[in-house]
């Protein structure tokens, strides 16, 4: 399973971003899709998550401006991110947890990161 994400970029305070992450290779199913993030000098934290049903959790840091979502069919996840401050600024990273094979334990597989910088 490899996980390709893309859509960062530079947006100035107040704007908008949209995130996605597609999954390609061998997968026999994905559960969880989430996504990460990290700025210099500070830990991995959690954006928001999703289930293979569709519910969604998020980091308080970020409720009511991201929106996570998720495409079962194209094995792809979607981070809405609006209303986006200097604070936001990080690499954001995917993490689906998936099966390669049907035989297959499940397994964190990450994305290598799209980098989010908002300007003030």
């Known amino acids: 399973v490899q996980l390709q994400a893309s859509g960062g970029g530079l947006v100035q305070s107040g704007g908008s971003l949209r995130l996605t992450c597609a999954a390609s290779?061998?997968?026999?199913?994905?559960?969880?899709m989430a996504w990460y993030r990290q700025a210099p000098g500070k830990e991995r934290e959690l954006v928001a998550r999703?289930?293979?049903?569709?519910?969604?959790s998020y980091s308080d840091f970020v409720k009511g401006r991201f929106t996570i979502s998720r495409d079962t069919g194209k094995n792809t996840s979607y981070l809405q991110m609006n209303s986006l401050t200097p604070d936001d600024t990080a690499t954001y990273y995917c993490?689906?947890?998936?099966?390669?094979?049907?035989?297959?334990?499940?397994?964190?597989?990450w994305g290598q990161g799209t980098q989010v910088t908002v300007s003030s």
């Open positions: 993490n689906f947890y998936a099966r390669a094979r049907i035989l297959d334990i499940f397994r964190a597989y």
């Open positions: 290779g061998s997968i026999f199913s994905i559960n969880e």
């Open positions: 999703i289930s293979s049903r569709g519910g969604t």
